[in-house]
């Protein structure tokens, strides 16, 4: 019994959740639901009144005919329920209306409280947590048919009118034959708790299966975008796809018809007896009519009102909208208050501005991705100079992208610290010193956005300064790049919009420089190039990297890259191995000591010859 009204406390509190948030959406929108939604009540039960009444004015109009008393009495009865029937005809599509509209309004308020909420912290430490992809995919949708938190809002108008409906029918019925309504709400009643019990019970098995839909989702957006469409169809890719869609669907889905099937038993004993009481109950009605003690028109209104109770207590669409809705209410607080955690870690204040002026510091840092055993850094000590390019090698997983990471602070290592002249990155404004970093990551974003905006998202406030933008993409060699685009700068750069264009993978990095020296236009001091050439063809990287000195000079520099032509021009290299630096110096220090940087330099530079000799 305890759990039953935890349950029922349960949901009072959902619905009032969305009772209150509905007026601040929309007052005068949730003002009209509530009117039109009274109407809507009203206008079953008067219906069946006035239809009772024109049953019962039947014999006597017949009897006297239509220019008498009871015969113009029938046909006022009968406009009446012609009225009310075309009343709710109309009264439906407009409750309708409302709602829907309602409910699309509310769905984009939590969605734009979800971007708030992800958007706020500096790191990125949430977005890449799987829980926490869990929880931002009901935040979305909840299920297989992808419900939207608005759908509350409907589902939660189409509950209270139709439980309203049943209430006024019981209460018409109660005024004539007792005892006939109140063991028939009884048994409503039961047979909802029961229906709504399952019914809870397969929403928890959807909402506990949220990672394998989310997989499913995956596959199947894999199968119908274009981003793979040319590996799916070349390394014969369609069928598994479509098996691995099915099998992670399937894998969720099993437990779901499972626990259905097993409610379908229970559902078809409570509907049978649903259906002896409704028996009984017209068995009542007919003893009672033939008894005298019941006139025509009474018969009429309590046939339809006994029908009009079932609204008690059904479970149908209004009972699926709140409560598949409600699981997608309930997650965006908690986004918002995971929001909350992480942009509380970033406490600091302190300016930025001109930083640094010295170095910056990895001292005893300790880091571990979340979810994972094995750290990427352990007691890791690195000095990086201010106004040096600092070259960074090693194999992959070495920790190279992470090192970008921390020093951008997407991440906080979780001990030891990372100074800016001395002052902990911690104490530092995130934001703040996320301006002072100019960066170009391995995976940098191919935005669907003009060539303009492409390269002016490297520096906020220059977005409209077309004159910076082009100074940029001079400096990386895009300005050629962007010529050949039939629309110029205002081109789009997607294939996926009308009059659009995409680049080749080399195009794409000349733009994702220009973005990253935009920023340095910007106020950046750190240049980070992750990988700035990996698409470049050798006469490109020749060109970039021998202006390399000029495009970097009086910047603090911090160099990614597999290529060792590249990174011998930087003013101190270091090698990267298991977390730790394993070798500092220049290029020709680290060749003369003949350690791991020598045995790479070398391994790759004979494959380059080897290459040469081939050809």
Do not use: C
């Amino acid at each position: 019994m305890s759990e039953w009204v935890a349950a029922w406390r349960d949901g009072i509190r959902r619905r009032w959740t969305i009772v209150r948030l509905m007026p601040t959406i929309s007052r005068p929108m949730a003002w009209s639901i509530g009117g039109v939604g009274l109407v809507s009540v009203v206008l079953p039960s008067a219906f069946t009144l006035a239809t009772g009444g024109l049953v019962g004015a039947v014999p006597a109009a017949v009897e006297h005919g239509l220019d008498s008393g009871p015969g113009r009495h029938l046909l006022v009865l009968l406009a009446v329920v012609a009225g009310l029937f075309v009343a709710q005809q109309v009264v439906s599509p407009v409750l309708n209306v409302l709602v829907t509209s309602l409910g699309i309004r509310v769905n984009a308020v939590l969605r734009a409280r979800v971007m708030r909420a992800l958007l706020a912290p500096p790191g990125v430490r949430h977005l890449e947590d799987p829980a926490h992809q869990d929880t931002l995919a009901l935040a979305k949708d909840v299920g297989p048919s992808q419900v939207p938190p608005g759908q509350a809002v409907q589902g939660l108008t189409e509950l209270v009118m139709t439980r309203s409906r049943g209430v006024l029918a019981m209460v018409i019925v109660a005024t004539m034959l007792p005892e006939v309504a109140f063991p028939m709400a009884a048994v409503h009643l039961v047979l909802r708790r029961t229906i709504r019990k399952d019914f809870l019970d397969t929403i928890k098995l959807i909402v506990g299966g949220t990672q394998t839909l989310r997989r499913s989702s995956y596959f199947r957006d894999v199968g119908l975008t274009p981003a793979a469409a040319k590996e799916l169809r070349v390394f014969g890719l369609s069928g598994w796809v479509h098996d691995t869609y099915g099998f992670h669907w399937n894998a969720t889905m099993a437990d779901v018809w499972r626990e259905r099937r097993e409610q379908i038993r229970h559902t078809v004993g409570w509907l049978g007896l649903t259906a002896f009481a409704h028996f009984v109950a017209f068995l009542v009605v007919g003893r009672a009519a033939m008894r005298g003690e019941l006139s025509l028109g009474q018969v009429a209104v309590l046939t339809g009102a006994i029908f009009e109770m079932e609204s008690i207590g059904g479970v149908g669409n209004g009972d699926f909208g709140v409560e598949y809705g409600m699981a997608a209410f309930d997650a965006v607080p908690k986004l918002e208050e995971l929001g909350r955690t992480e942009a509380a870690a970033s406490t600091g204040r302190r300016s930025s501005d001109g930083l640094p002026v010295e170095a910056i510091r990895f001292e005893d840092v300790e880091f571990t991705y979340p979810g994972q055993d094995r750290p990427v850094f352990s007691h890791l000590d690195l000095e990086i100079r201010a106004g040096e390019s600092l070259a960074v090698v090693g194999e992959n997983g070495a920790g190279k992208t992470t090192l970008v990471k921390l020093l951008a602070r997407l991440y906080d290592p979780q001990s030891g610290r990372i100074t800016v002249d001395g002052v902990d990155l911690r104490d530092l404004d995130a934001r703040a010193w996320q301006r002072r970093v100019g960066a170009i990551f391995q995976d940098f974003v191919h935005y669907p956005f003009t060539a303009q905006d492409n390269v002016a998202v490297g520096a906020a406030e220059l977005l409209s300064d077309a004159a910076a933008v082009r100074d940029a993409a001079a400096k990386a060699g895009a300005t050629a790049v962007v010529d050949k685009l039939d629309h110029g700068w205002d081109t789009v750069l997607s294939r996926l919009s009308t009059d659009g264009a995409d680049l080749s993978g080399g195009e794409w990095q000349r733009i994702g420089l220009a973005r990253a020296l935009l920023a340095v236009r910007g106020g950046a001091g750190v240049l980070v190039l992750d990988e700035p050439t990996a698409n470049l063809d050798v006469r490109a990287e020749a060109e970039i990297y021998d202006r390399f000195l000029e495009l970097t000079g009086g910047l603090t520099t911090l160099l990614i890259s597999h290529r060792f032509s590249t990174v011998r021009q930087a003013d101190r290299i270091i090698v990267l191995e298991h977390g730790l630096v394993v070798e500092d110096g220049t290029h020709d220090t680290l060749l003369a000591t003949a350690g791991r940087y020598a045995e790479m330099f070398r391994m790759q530079a004979a494959r380059f010859a080897e290459d040469e000799v081939g050809a």
